[in-house]
């Protein structure tokens, strides 16, 4: 760096540095957590920069104290600003370690979350033509190679299984026990798009160790190889506190997968979620403002052939654990893969506990509710 330029260029945005100086400062009054560590810290860099700068030129290393000031102050603002991560609940069945996701209890090492945004999910097969790993590709190209395990295709075998039988003997589930409220309907031709707006709820009264799922999605019941679904799913404290958004798809080799979820909204926000066909791939995307989660899934041979609205609980204890009032999908809107427009027709689940039931007001209007 030559000094004479380096003095120039500092000096005249001093009145820069000093406005991003004071705000820093300010954030960094808010990172009131571990404050001995972080005021080390923060000696320890200013030390040996403005040491080592200083040596060879001491206005300029004045100055350039200043930069490195303003530099570790918002790493540590931005630092404390990250969400709170919180314990994701478990269960043991058996040999296997299962954690929750928007399509029942999971194997953990056959869940993959926060995978990346904007990347494709797809099935690759070896030199032999067999199919041996699910590949995640960013929008580079890079890719990222999972194992297709056994234990994750014979559960997804499973609970495919138990899910037929609940869904034909029309069981309800109980409290705290995977999907609760649900509105499905199986339209007169394959699913193109099925889209709309969500209002997030009020946040639980009493927060435990509860995760709540909130999203639309369709799925392939009939038609193609092992079903799947792909969902923006609304999230209350799954790994992250408080509320989430993030696109999810299940089940291809046994896997799931979600894409990197994002936060910053609260109660009362509108978020948008939305699952669109082009040619023979499909993407999930759920939107805020201008955050995005986004996958994208190959059909690979599936029709798509029922939507639903959905409320998932895992963990639930007490009323006190959902959220209060009412939870709304909005401007529903599906289209058939022919392109036409329909007007669904949706069969609900009947009332479910802590007051808890689904409302059809209008095929495009859908409110679930508790307390």
């Not at 403005?50 to 004045?62: K, L």
């Not at 997804?156 to 299984?161: L, S």
């Not at 339209?187 to 709540?212: H, K, M, W």
Request: glycine fraction near 10%.
């Amino acid at each position: 760096l030559d000094a004479s330029n380096g003095r120039r260029a500092i000096n005249e945005s001093s009145g820069l540095i000093e406005n991003i100086n004071d705000y820093a400062q300010l954030a960094s009054k808010r990172a009131v957590v571990n404050q001995g560590n972080t005021a080390n810290l923060y000696k320890s860099f200013e030390d040996h920069f403005y040491f080592s700068f200083n040596n060879n030129n001491n206005n300029a290393g004045v100055k350039m104290k200043t930069v490195l000031s303003v530099f570790v102050l918002l790493l540590v603002a931005c630092a404390f600003a990250l969400p709170e991560q919180v314990p994701v609940l478990e269960r043991v069945e058996g040999d296997l370690t299962l954690i929750p996701t928007p399509f029942g209890w999971r194997p953990k090492q056959c869940v993959h979350r926060n995978v990346g945004n904007d990347v494709t999910i797809r099935r690759a097969v070896d030199a032999d033509g067999v199919e041996r790993v699910v590949e995640v590709v960013d929008k580079d190209g890079n890719i990222q190679s999972l194992p297709i395990l056994p234990e994750c295709v014979a559960w997804d075998q499973k609970m495919q299984i138990e899910r037929a039988a609940r869904r034909n003997n029309g069981t309800v589930n109980q409290l705290g026990d995977g999907w609760l409220d649900n509105a499905g309907y199986y339209p007169p031709g394959l699913v193109g798009n099925f889209d709309g707006d969500y209002v997030v709820p009020r946040s639980p009264g009493t927060e435990a160790n509860q995760i709540l799922f909130w999203f639309i999605g369709t799925e392939n019941f009939k038609g193609g190889s092992g079903v799947t679904i792909l969902q923006p799913v609304l999230q209350w404290n799954n790994g992250i506190r408080g509320w989430s958004f993030a696109s999810w798809n299940c089940c291809p080799g046994g896997q799931t997968h979600e894409a990197t979820p994002f936060t910053g909204f609260g109660s009362g926000a509108t978020i948008y979620g939305g699952i669109d066909q082009s040619g023979s791939n499909w993407q999930v995307l759920s939107a805020w403002n201008n955050q995005r989660s986004t996958l994208n899934v190959p059909d690979a041979g599936r029709d798509f052939d029922w939507i639903d609205a959905t409320l998932e609980t895992y963990g639930v204890q007490n009323c006190g654990e959902f959220a209060s009032g009412n939870m709304q999908f909005y401007n529903l809107r599906l289209k058939l893969s022919n392109g036409a427009g329909n007007t669904p027709s949706w069969k609900t689940t009947g009332p479910t506990e802590c007051n808890g039931h689904i409302t059809v007001q209008n095929p495009t209007s859908i409110v679930i509710s508790h307390n």
